[in-house]
C-alpha cells in the first residue's frame, strides 16, 4: 500500500491539503499533519486518515524506516518552506520533509503567497535543485473551470498527476 504525507502548514488554503486527503483514493495509507496556524483556520473530522501531532517529532513519518512514499505540504507557507531549504527540523511537518530528502523520496510543496520575494525564490530554487518539486496552486483555462470546486479539483488533480495517483478532476488537454 502507498503511504502518503500530507501537512498543512500555514492558514490561507488549508481546505486544498483537507480536500486532497478526501479524494485520494481509499487503497493510499494517509498520514496528516497540521501546523498550529492550520488547525486554528479549519477543524474537521476526517476518516481513513491518521492524524499526526505536529509537536510530535518522534512519530511513524519522522522515521526513513516507516517507508513513506510521497509528501505533499499543501498549503506551504513561506516559513516552512525557509526551513526544510535550510534544513531546520523543528516539528514533524519539517523533520518529515528532511526524511524525504535524505531519502531521496518525493517532496512537493505548495507556497501560497504571492507574489513571491527574492528570498522565497532562493529557497524555491535551492530546493528544486535538490528535487522538491514546487507547484503552487496555479490554475490554468484549458478546462473550463465554472466553480470554485472546478478551480481547486483542477489544482488537486494537478498534484495527483504529480503523484501518479489517476483521477478524473479536471478535463485535460485535447
Known amino acids: 500500500m502507498k503511504k502518503i504525507v500530507i501537512a498543512t502548514s500555514g492558514a490561507s488554503g ?3 491539503g483537507l480536500k486532497i486527503v478526501k479524494l485520494l483514493p481509499k487503497k493510499i495509507d494517509k498520514h496528516l499533519i497540521m501546523s498550529k496556524n492550520s488547525k486554528t483556520v479549519l477543524k474537521k473530522e476526517l ?3 491518521t492524524v499526526h501531532n505536529n509537536k510530535d517529532i518522534s512519530a511513524s513519518v519522522a522515521s526513513g524506516s516507516f517507508g513513506v512514499d510521497a509528501m505533499i505540504i499543501a ?21 518529515c520533509a528532511s526524511v524525504m530528502l535524505k531519502e531521496k523520496k518525493q517532496l512537493i510543496l505548495a507556497p501560497r503567497e504571492m507574489p513571491f520575494s527574492t528570498i522565497a525564490l532562493e529557497n ?3 530546493l528544486s535543485a535538490m528535487g522538491v518539486i514546487i507547484a503552487p496552486p ?16 483542477f489544482v488537486i488533480g494537478k498534484w495527483f498527476d504529480l503523484l501518479g495517483i489517476k483521477h478524473k478532476l479536471y478535463k485535460r488537454w485535447k
Not at 75 to 91: E, F, R, V, Y
Not at 138 to 153: F, G, I, P, R, W
Request: with cysteine; net charge positive; glycine share 2%.
Open 14 to 16: 488549508v481546505n486544498l
Open 47 to 49: 476518516k481513513n486518515t
Open 75 to 95: 498549503p506551504c507557507s513561506m516559513n516552512t518552506l525557509a526551513k526544510i531549504a535550510c534544513g531546520i527540523s523543528d516539528n514533524l511537518i519539517t523533520r
Open 124 to 126: 524555491m530554487q535551492k
Open 138 to 153: 496555479v490554475m490554468a483555462y484549458y478546462s473550463k473551470q465554472q466553480t470554485l470546486d472546478d478551480m481547486e479539483n
